[in-house]
């Protein structure tokens, strides 16, 4: 192809050369034949793409294809149930939703009934109609030490930062908040001037940079968190240990997009690059942090105080439960995220194939919580990929008290699954600080949006309640949900997440599957005590409890 460009190129210049010799008024075709031939001397001679140099110019339309393939992918090509990560049958709801359209669909389900993996909720006979039930269900989260307990709506907006999204992005979600009375969680990039306009509810995260609540060298400023968690807007503090899109993976925020804005925003110093690492420095043990907890409650006016993580080493769990036995300190909730959860960028081995998915996440979390007999003191939240009324009854049923959403809401703003959340060109302007694509967002138009698609969303698991003949979402239990895992076999979450007695890991014996929890943990440490456990470390495991 080489030789063969060198053979076109030569034929170009001649030809144009010829006309213009002709005629002069046909020099114009070097416009054409110019810009062709110079791209392609380049190219011959450019070292960093082989398919370019062997094929110059012509080669450059894999880059072209490979850009278009997504978007071809998506609307030519996917079925309405096969889309990754959100099929089409999944987003068109939340759009129809959204708009206040048509969401009912015709001639039955698209999707395979037999297949394995598909879940299905037992409805009752005794059926209740959804309009004698509570159209707003509300959780109140706040332990015994909680001065100021919050009222939840059982679905709210999960972990985004301003950064991460466009500030219009941010107004129409907290003005959605503000609109339908549900929270806004901030994610740890700090609390914004557009998280504070619209005046909705703010769940403030705060990470491993401690962002708007930190000194210069990174550590924890306990004035700075004080002034501002005793806004009004704020209702809960959240403690990022760990999410779904990476976890325990920490990150870099290039000097460039330290502007003055986010500067004063995060507490960092313009225009110097900023670490966020993979792990806290307020605390180092499970007692410790929840000994942070206590005082961070304690700064805040006695507001909720929990923590996110996605499970990771499930003995980490174990650990921080003893820490709260222990010390008689618990936290207010914990947000379990799911190994599928992930709004930005992640690298694709995290994303891929580290932390436990969200059902089991939950499971775990709750049947823990049971054990220790915490739970009736701390409510869990469940995040990854909730964007229906089922998905929200599926996670209580598992043992979440409410749900967060964090794509959910983004595709209520307008995202369309484009798959350039990490390229800051986002075309509907959701995820960029591009000006101009930001533009494209309409902060009114996008605030009724997010209003409507939290609205109907509660209002179909309202309705999914009544069809199960239950009148509150506290009486969802595992039995409730079914999922096909052969041909001719069928379980309920019951079945495949079997509960532990309450208080059963207060004293021996404990159940069987948790007895290697039990043995590798200590509040003095995250760390496994060994995993190499022998009966001897269970007679220990078990002396202390």
């Not at 609109?179 to 806004?184: E, N, T």
């Not at 915490?374 to 049923?397: M, R, T």
Request: proline share 5%; net charge neutral; charged share 20%.
């Amino acid at each position: 192809m080489r030789k063969a460009f060198v053979a076109i190129a030569a034929f170009l210049v001649a030809l144009t050369i010829m006309l213009g010799l002709y005629h002069p008024f046909l020099w114009w075709t070097f416009i054409f034949t110019g810009p062709f031939v110079i791209l392609g001397i380049y190219d011959l001679y450019q070292p960093k793409h082989s398919i370019v140099r062997n094929y110059p110019v012509f080669g450059r339309l894999r880059y072209f294809m490979e850009e278009l393939r997504p978007k071809v992918y998506q609307y030519f090509v996917e079925s309405d149930t096969n889309g990754k990560p959100f099929s089409r049958l999944n987003r068109s709801l939340i759009y129809q939703r959204a708009k206040k359209e048509n969401d009912t669909i015709p001639f039955g389900t698209q999707l395979d009934v037999y297949e394995n993996g598909y879940e299905w909720l037992s409805h009752s006979i005794a059926a209740i109609s959804h309009h004698e039930l509570d159209p707003n269900p509300r959780v109140m989260i706040g332990g015994p030490d909680c001065k100021q307990p919050y009222s939840a709506s059982i679905y709210n907006i999960s972990a985004m930062s301003f950064g991460s999204l466009s500030q219009n992005a941010i107004l129409a979600l907290n003005g959605g908040a503000k609109m339908g009375g549900f929270a806004h969680n901030t994610g740890e990039g700090g609390i914004s001037d557009y998280h504070n306009g619209p005046g909705g509810d703010l769940i403030w995260q705060i990470g491993t940079g401690y962002f708007g609540c930190r000194n210069h060298d990174g550590t924890f400023n306990y004035d700075a968190f004080a002034e501002r968690s005793q806004t009004e807007n704020v209702k809960m503090i959240e403690i990022k240990l760990s999410q779904g899109a990476k976890p325990g993976h920490g990150g870099m925020l290039p000097a460039k997009k330290v502007t003055p804005e986010v500067a004063r925003i995060r507490l960092v110093k313009e225009g110097f690059d900023v670490n966020s690492p993979p792990a806290h420095s307020a605390f180092s043990t499970p007692l410790e942090m929840i000994n942070f907890v206590k005082r961070l409650r304690e700064l805040s006016g006695g507001k909720p105080v929990g923590f996110k993580l996605c499970i990771g080493r499930r003995s980490e769990f174990f650990a921080i439960c003893k820490a709260m036995v222990e010390t008689g300190i618990y936290v207010d909730f914990i947000t379990v995220d799911g190994g599928e959860g992930g709004t930005g960028a992640a690298p694709q081995e995290f994303s891929n194939a580290v932390g436990m998915p969200l059902r089991e996440g939950v499971a775990f979390v709750y049947d823990i919580l049971s054990g220790f007999g915490l739970k009736k003191h701390i409510k869990i939240i469940a995040s990854g990929k909730v964007s229906s009324g089922f998905d929200l009854v599926k996670n209580i049923a598992l043992g979440a008290d409410l749900c967060n959403s964090a794509r959910g809401m983004m595709f209520a703003l307008g995202c369309i699954q484009a798959l350039e959340c990490n390229s800051n060109t986002c075309p509907t302007g959701v995820a960029t600080q591009d000006a101009s694509l930001m533009k494209g967002l309409v902060v009114e138009d996008k605030t009724v949006r997010v209003f409507n698609f939290h609205r109907l969303t509660v209002q179909s698991a309202v309705e999914l309640l009544g069809a199960a003949g239950l009148r509150h979402t506290y009486q969802l239990t595992r039995a409730y949900i079914n999922r096909r895992i052969g041909q001719n076999v069928m379980q309920s979450y019951m079945e495949t997440f079997p509960y532990i007695p309450e208080g059963s890991l207060v004293q021996t014996p404990y159940p069987s599957q948790h007895e290697l929890g039990m043995a590798l943990s200590t509040s003095a440490s995250f760390a496994p005590t060994d995993y190499k456990v022998s009966a001897v470390d269970y007679q220990a495991a078990s002396s202390n409890n």
